[in-house]
């Protein structure tokens, strides 16, 4: 008999019915049933909860398809028939299979399209965390103390699986309250004075004091020898958002008045003065500046020195502030002025950014008038769509009633700030419908789109542009160009972050411990550099609308120092360390900063040969090739084996046995077990073709005193000898990665499970990406326009597809 390894290997491309007669389940698969499945799944029994009792027909298939789907696995899994009841033969199996999935083909192809519904959920940490970022505009992390959410279908953003425990809701009130005290400050401090002696300002030398200082103040003549002599005397500053004044004390020591300027000046500064007004100073760095104000210097003692003033505006790349002398004009005699301090006051306007942003309104309009304006534009952002009036007017009350109670209007507005920050229409994704249990299929209006959008691209909330679109009822029609812009912006890093992370499922690279004594080389610094050479390498992919497909194999990646050294790769052109530069100039790589790396061979290149995926598919002490199959079979094939049996023995760690046979050897006589070879089949083979890479991801050719053999066979004849080839294999399996990496990234976006109505959908997506290059943007797009991602339907089901006539019943 077959074993079941070979059933398994029979159905991963099962032949369906693909014509347009609808199979009739009654004539062949349901014989099937009564012969082995009705004696233990009958109305009676019922073992495991499961009956097959009214499986009598086509329709019933299709109405029952999750307990067929459930049933089948464990036929596949060897777990149906038990072994005491008579058995199918591999070919019944197949063929059985096989039927079911053509009823289930027909019925899809022919169904009325469902976008199913998706469970209002809230924020999950780093949705929570971005939004306020977005929405507030302050520079913490207010989910330090929140607890972890939970995962569903490999991700944290699934509705059925985020609970809103006490110990949250009471996160969430004390998040509120630390969030508006950091946002608006009811009583702002002072602005801040620095104040700098001449004696301390630039140009710096040991000769200053000698030279150019009098009494303590510092001497500029336009005819000195030196920078010192010359001026401007200049220093630099750090700058917040905002205003600022600067003071200086002036005399003139050359006789009549002597004209000076004050300059800002910064490398980044765009707001330049013309290059001939600057000529005419006195010595300015890099000949670039802008002049402020120009003054006449009168004074000519301590005594009656003159206080310069001049406003400093609010102006990007601002560094550095001078006082200048003017060239005297030709034929002149030169100038002379002393300066005894530099000074700066501010930012004039000491609240922070945030306060200025969320408090702004009109000037003239009354208390009451701009409470209202601000809390509009306000809620609209925080809930993600128009607030109504009488949600607006709550809140004025709040407002109004804070304040006739002799508080503060800034301490009103916390208070109403953190009264939104509290309310679920803040907390949770929330999409309203006027027919919640409809079953037939609508569009979400556009500000729900909108979210949807930014949650899906950068987990957090819809920005202006966005809502701005939503307003005018524009954004559906202008997905395509929306994608692409999100995509472009530095906030889809989330989509690396928080989905290809997730997918990849390296994120426990955190709290793996590898075997300091055999792996030594293994400290936190590789660990980071691992997840990091993953995570640029996923955005490099995005930024540059790469194929999806370079996932797999790549000609490039990106590499520090300590991560080089781990894979013996020297500099940037990809050169073997310790051997003589095949491709010369490149920049070797010796620090911790990352540099995009071009690959010589197909060592490296691609996910399945990173360090970050080869460490998290390895046992602490040795590697695993069953980990690592299983993960390429799961998560890039969308293919994962059943469980494994119970009482399965693990694989002796004993030294005796690791001593006396490579890994290889032993894990062949652990296939010997039938109960063991249904998976190995499948998982190992692609397990052998990474051993050349230890548990950490280091090359290798021996394991311990036994050389490695990366060779082999699949169960389907596919030849292979190491990485290489399993890449070529893996990439020429495009339809499978496709619909891998479709499913989980549509399971992403609409923080559900993708279900049997869903696979037209998915099917659309893989033959587009197959029409485009495969490009990253059309993935996401595809998505974004899909049914399931734009469109809801009510709490029950539609209406299942029965028969060609178009006969239905619900379940």
């Known amino acids: 008999m077959r074993t079941f390894a070979a059933i398994v290997v029979a159905l991963t491309f099962p032949t369906f019915c693909a014509g347009d007669e609808f199979p009739d389940f009654s004539k062949l698969g349901q014989r099937f049933v009564e012969r082995?499945?009705?004696?233990?799944?009958?109305?009676?029994?019922?073992?495991?909860?499961?009956?097959?009792?009214?499986?009598?027909?086509?329709?019933?298939?299709?109405?029952?398809?999750?307990?067929f789907e459930t049933a089948l696995k464990r036929i596949l899994a060897g777990e149906m028939p038990p072994e005491d009841e008579p058995r199918p033969t591999p070919d019944e199996i197949r063929e059985f299979t096989a039927h079911v999935k053509a009823i289930w083909d027909y019925a899809d192809r022919h169904a009325e399209p469902d976008p199913g519904r998706v469970t209002m959920r809230r924020l999950n940490k780093t949705e929570y965390r971005n939004t306020i970022r977005d929405l507030i505009g302050v520079d913490f992390d207010p989910t330090v103390d929140f607890p972890s959410d939970d995962v569903g279908h490999g991700f944290?953003?699934?509705?059925?699986?985020?609970?809103?425990?006490?110990?949250?809701?009471?996160?969430?009130?004390?998040?509120?309250?630390?969030?508006?005290?950091?946002?608006i400050v009811v009583n702002p401090p002072d602005p801040v004075k620095r104040h700098l002696a001449a004696r301390y300002t630039e140009p710096a030398s040991a000769d200053v004091e000698a030279k150019v200082l009098e009494n303590g103040w510092r001497r500029m003549s336009s005819d000195g020898a030196e920078a010192i002599e010359t001026g401007p005397v200049h220093t630099r500053y750090e700058w917040q958002d905002g205003e600022y004044i600067f003071r200086t004390k002036v005399y003139a020591k050359s006789e009549g008045s002597v004209p000076i300027a004050i300059v800002l000046s910064g490398r980044r500064l765009e707001d330049l003065s013309p290059e001939e007004e600057i000529n005419g100073l006195?010595?300015?760095?890099?000949?670039?500046?802008?002049?402020?104000?120009?003054?006449?210097?009168?004074?000519?003692?301590?005594?009656?020195?003159?206080?310069?003033?001049?406003?400093?505006?609010?102006?990007?790349?601002?560094?550095?502030?001078?006082?200048?002398?003017?060239?005297?004009?030709?034929?002149?005699?030169?100038?002379?002025?002393?300066?005894?301090?530099?000074?700066?006051?501010?930012?004039?306007?000491s609240r922070p950014a945030s306060q200025r942003e969320l408090l702004k309104a009109n000037p003239d309009a009354s208390q009451a008038e701009q409470t209202r304006e601000v809390l509009t534009r306000f809620l609209k952002r925080a809930y993600r769509r128009p607030a109504t009036p009488e949600e607006v007017e709550r809140l004025a009350g709040l407002v109004d009633a804070t304040v006739a109670d002799g508080s503060s209007w800034e301490a009103g507005m916390q208070l109403a700030v953190q009264a939104v920050l509290c309310s679920p229409k803040f907390l949770f994704r929330v999409e309203l419908d006027d027919r919640p249990t409809s079953p037939q299929p609508r569009p979400?209006?556009?500000?729900?789109?909108?979210?949807?959008?930014?949650?899906?691209?950068?987990?957090?909330?819809?920005?202006?542009?966005?809502?701005?679109?939503?307003?005018?009822?524009?954004?559906?029609?202008?997905?395509?160009?929306?994608?692409?812009?999100?995509?472009?912006?530095?906030?889809?890093?989330?989509?690396?972050?928080?989905?290809?992370?997730?997918?990849?499922?390296?994120?426990?690279i955190n709290q793996l411990a590898p075997d300091r004594e055999m792996f030594p080389a293994f400290d936190d610094d590789l660990r980071t550099s691992m997840l990091q050479e993953t995570v640029l390498f996923f955005d490099s992919i995005i930024r540059e609308d790469r194929s999806i497909l370079d996932l797999i194999d790549a000609d490039y990646t990106f590499l520090n120092g300590p991560l080089a050294r781990l894979y013996g790769i020297a500099d940037t052109n990809g050169n073997p360390a310790g051997q003589e530069a095949k491709q010369p100039g490149g920049e070797v790589l010796r620090d911790e900063e990352f540099k995009r790396v071009s690959l010589q061979d197909r060592t490296r290149g691609g996910l399945l040969t990173q360090a970050s995926v080869l460490t998290v598919t390895s046992n602490p002490n040795r590697t695993s090739p069953v980990k690592r199959g299983r993960w390429v079979l799961e998560q890039i094939l969308g293919e994962p084996p059943p469980p494994p049996p119970p009482n399965v023995p693990e694989l002796s760690e004993e030294k005796e046995a690791t001593s006396a046979a490579s890994l290889r050897e032993r894990l062949e006589i652990h296939r010997q077990n039938p109960s063991c070879a249904n998976c190995h089949e499948k998982m190992d083979p692609i397990g052998f073709a990474l051993e050349n890479y230890n548990a950490i991801g280091g090359f290798r050719t021996k394991d311990g005193e036994f050389p490695i053999d990366s060779s082999g066979e699949f169960a389907d004849g596919t030849k292979f000898s190491g990485p290489g080839d399993l890449k070529s294999i893996v990439r020429d399996k495009r339809e499978e990665f496709t619909r891998c990496l479709t499913e989980k990234m549509l399971i992403y976006a609409l923080g559900r499970g993708v279900e049997y109505y869903d696979r037209p959908t998915v099917e659309q997506i893989v033959q587009s990406l197959a029409e485009n290059e495969y490009r990253f943007s059309v993935l996401v797009q595809e998505i974004a326009k899909s049914d399931p991602f734009r469109y809801r339907r009510g709490t029950e089901p539609m209406p299942e597809q029965g028969d060609p006539e178009g006969e239905s019943s619900e379940n």
């Open 36 to 67: 082995h499945c009705l004696r233990c799944h009958n109305t009676e029994t019922q073992e495991g909860e499961l009956t097959l009792a009214d499986a009598r027909d086509s329709q019933a298939v299709v109405r029952s398809r999750k307990v």
């Open 156 to 183: 944290d953003n699934i509705g059925d699986v985020l609970t809103l425990p006490p110990v949250l809701m009471e996160r969430y009130l004390a998040a509120a309250e630390s969030i508006v005290e950091r946002a």
């Open 282 to 349: 006195v010595a300015i760095p890099y000949g670039r500046g802008k002049i402020l104000k120009r003054f006449d210097v009168t004074a000519h003692s301590p005594e009656d020195a003159q206080l310069i003033e001049v406003k400093v505006p609010d102006l990007s790349g601002r560094s550095r502030l001078m006082v200048a002398l003017a060239k005297p004009k030709d034929g002149a005699p030169a100038t002379s002025v002393l300066v005894e301090h530099l000074a700066l006051e501010g930012p004039l306007d």
């Open 444 to 508: 979400l209006d556009e500000y729900q789109l909108a979210s949807r959008l930014s949650y899906f691209l950068w987990s957090s909330m819809p920005d202006d542009e966005l809502l701005t679109l939503a307003d005018q009822g524009q954004l559906a029609e202008n997905l395509d160009t929306q994608v692409k812009r999100m995509l472009a912006d530095p906030k889809s890093r989330a989509l690396v972050d928080n989905f290809a992370i997730q997918w990849l499922q390296i994120g426990r």
